[in-house]
């Protein structure tokens, strides 16, 4: 397979974003039935919609729901509208009382592609975002969907390839692992492509400077923009009583997601900003709720090692080629993906080839 498609797919959906434009109907679909998300309770009135499928590729991101004695806030909404109707519909069955709010954590397309079936859902719910959504920073939007919507398929079909070939697309035999995250990928691939191609967000009603401050019967919610890092308008929800953090993909699992967009030494700090906060509980963008505050040190460690080697090498002239050969990661990256070829290539994908890009066009300014 053409590891520059893959690169460039994977690319454009973590770069998606949707600019603030006026709403229109989520779409409905004869894309087959998805499977419901799994909930897993955080503490009293907290709870994760994790999507089941296993990860890769094209990915999907967790939903949270905060249930208070009188309202539910909900923070990101899902890839497709079938996801968030699919999340909405596990939210029904722990509580029946309305939405309040939607908070987006940031505006990749996969956070919040659901934000119309809770706008139809409840109209009187409030969208929350990052200042830089409202000020339209940074959003290809358009232009970026429709790459990505050219990409899609023939990537699809080397997927489709490799599992009629029972060949990697990275080289060698095809895992059992490899090939249940090519089924889910082609899913996902499917479903975007029939479910937003012509899908506009909803315009955010309130927007995040610095801090926001809500309650929700007893709980505080502190609606908190730390600085930038996954993207220019990440914004991460902080229960200062319960001790958690809803963070976005400023920490992602199974690997970092670091787009060749970001600014290592800016991603740094806000991850240590998140760091002292002090949670005791960490809720990613993707992937296992974590209740310790180390993969956000395993991450601040990556970036610093991706940067600081950049540094090395630039100062004693290597060219960015030269630099891409030179640096080296593979401790830490088998701390992630241990003993699996297919994370590996994820880990190289989302986090060791944008995290050099982006840390070289850094040293170089």
Known sequence: MSRRLVLAA???????????????????TSTPAIAPPRIEKVVDGVFVAIRPEPPGVFVDANSVFLVGPDDVIVIDT?????SARASLAALKKISTRPVRAVINTHWHQDHINGNQVYREAFPKAEFIAHVNVGQNVSMPGVSNRAGLMTAMPPLVEEMRMSLDQRKSMGGGALTDEERASHDADIDRAQRFIAETGT?????????????????????????????????????VVHLPREHVVIAGDLLTAP??????SSVPTEFVKTLQSLL???????????????????????????????????????????????????????????????????RGYLFDLFAKQPGLTAAYREVMK
């Open 10 to 28: 994977a690319a454009a959906l973590v770069a998606l974003a949707a600019a603030p434009v006026a709403q229109t109907p989520a779409p409905q």
């Open 78 to 82: 899902n890839a497709t509208p079938s």
């Open 199 to 235: 899908l506009q967000a909803v315009t955010p009603g309130r927007l995040v400077t610095d801090r926001l401050t809500l309650t929700q019967g007893t709980r505080t919610i502190e609606v908190l923009a730390l600085g930038r890092g996954h993207s220019p308008a990440d914004l």
């Open 255 to 260: 690997v970092p997601i670091i787009p060749a």
């Open 276 to 342: 002292a906060l002090a949670p005791a509980v960490i809720v990613p963008g993707h992937g296992e709720v974590v209740r310790q505050d180390q993969p956000v040190r395993d991450e601040i460690q990556l970036i610093e090692s991706i940067l600081q080697q950049v540094r090395t090498a630039v100062a004693g002239g290597a060219t960015q080629a030269q630099v891409r050969v030179m640096v080296n990661v593979e401790e830490l990256r088998r701390s992630y993906v241990g003993t699996s070829a297919f």
